[in-house]
């Protein structure tokens, strides 16, 4: 057992959390260099914190060890959105997740491919239209909100304009408490980004509970249905699934899809053909560009992590960007190498920790993939699409709140013959 590289700090004064916030790939990198350790400790939220990002410290913080390093119960998303599956620990986040696992699989999911086709071709069908360069993360964000809005809550964005367009504000403004200083202050004229978030929140959750006592139809019926702790519990998690995590963490790996086959004919060919090819490009886009930088636990009792000594009371963050990047289990790993799936890597789709990992990884992954699988099939099916290259066009990246290109990306589509019968993709 070693002990942990790095400065815990002192209190306030020593804190990082500005600087991880500001750029955490650059922070975890330079750290890395400086220590020569995957493994390290500083101060981040006024607490000494260990930030993982090697492989093997990822499978034991969310794997073997998920009993000992728990979800923080005074985390900010336990304000914002309440007791759920996310944020609960021990048996209560167990029987939840049992109790909510089948509305995520199974038939449940097989009923949701229709509206999942008609939402993708309804809003991708014009990118082309217009004949100018198109913000992919805005459009893909409008696709990822009626997916969301459609199938969790029932709302049409073509059948009720006005409630959709509501709910998309309250949606924002609630967003808005996760990314904003944790202080809920309201005076007249003026109210912090938390205390305008929570108003958002009560005005969602009135929509909600109006949804669950009167539409009995889909996943809120279903949700309705369950045997959930108390009252609340299905509100809250309605709340949850239809915030704008969702949409953002889609658009993000749309976004991204879209940067990395861009040019890239060959490429974008055997991804149409080949539907295990597509599966694997879509790993290699989240492994280099997962939607969310990783999170974070407390330790309820000493233990240790990668053979480092992690003292109770200890944050430990994980990174999903350097975790990804651990050149130990990915050679060549900032390269863009979608076999590398069929290869070395074969079978260890779970080391990838952009959704968490383990027992309590992100409970809607299928739902995700196939999302996401639908959209980039209508996209490579119907479109030939390139992008302005650097220096016309700044590609590098920010991380948080998700990760998306610093300046939104403009992308150039073409539609595709579709009287050709191969469909192939434009070659020039």
């Not at 060890?65 to 007791?83: A, E, R």
């Not at 938390?194 to 009995?216: F, G, R, V």
């Not at 074969?346 to 992954?365: D, K, V």
Request: neutral net charge.
């Amino acid at each position: 057992m070693s002990k942990l590289p790095g400065n815990a700090g002192v209190s306030l004064l020593g804190d990082k959390s500005l600087e991880f916030y500001r750029d955490p790939v650059s922070f975890c990198r330079q750290r890395i260099e400086k220590h020569r350790s995957r493994v390290f400790q500083c101060r981040v939220l006024n607490r000494p914190t260990v930030f993982i990002c090697s492989v093997q410290g990822m499978r034991e913080l969310l794997y073997e060890k998920s009993n000992v390093f728990l979800k923080d119960p005074t985390d900010l998303m336990t304000n914002v959105y309440g007791d759920t599956v996310v944020t609960t620990n021990g048996e209560e986040a167990c029987l939840l997740r049992l109790s909510l696992t089948s509305l995520f699989t199974g038939s449940c999911l097989e009923s949701s491919t229709d509206f999942i086709t008609s939402v993708c071709e309804r809003c991708l069908k014009d990118l082309s239209l217009s004949g100018e360069p198109e913000f992919v993360y805005s459009a893909y964000k409008r696709l990822g909100s009626q997916l969301v809005l459609g199938l969790f809550l029932n709302v049409r964005a073509d059948e009720q304009p006005e409630l959709y367009q509501e709910i998309v504000q309250l949606c924002t403004l609630h967003w808005h408490g996760l990314i904003s200083a944790p202080v809920n202050v309201k005076v007249p004229m003026w109210s912090s980004g938390l205390s305008t978030a929570l108003d958002a929140k009560d005005k969602l959750m009135a929509i909600i509970k109006d949804k669950l006592e009167n539409d009995k139809q889909g996943f809120v019926g279903s949700l309705g249905s369950l045997p959930l702790p108390d009252s609340s519990s299905a509100s809250q998690h309605l709340l949850l699934f239809i915030s704008a995590l969702i949409p953002k963490a889609l658009a993000s790996l749309l976004t991204s899809f879209t940067v990395a086959l861009s040019g890239n004919e060959k490429t974008r060919r055997r991804a149409m053909e080949e539907p295990d090819y597509l599966h694997r490009v879509l790993l290699e886009v989240q492994r280099l560009w997962p939607p969310f930088i990783g999170g974070r636990r407390i330790a309820d009792q000493d233990s240790t992590l990668d053979g480092f000594h992690v003292p109770k009371g200890h944050g430990a963050v994980y990174v999903s960007h350097s975790v990804h990047r651990d050149p130990d289990v990915f050679q060549q790993p900032d390269s863009f190498l979608p076999d590398r799936w069929s290869g070395r890597n074969a079978g260890q789709e779970h080391l990838l920790c952009s959704f968490g990992s383990g027992p309590r990884n992100c409970i809607g992954t299928k739902l995700t993939d196939v999302f996401l699988k639908e959209a980039c099939m209508y996209l490579l099916k119907h479109y030939d699409w390139c992008l302005l290259e650097p220096p016309s066009q700044d590609l590098e990246y920010k991380w948080l709140p998700v990760s998306r290109p610093a300046v939104p990306t403009a992308v150039s589509f073409t539609k595709l013959d579709q009287t050709r019968s191969d469909n192939p993709i434009n070659t020039g």
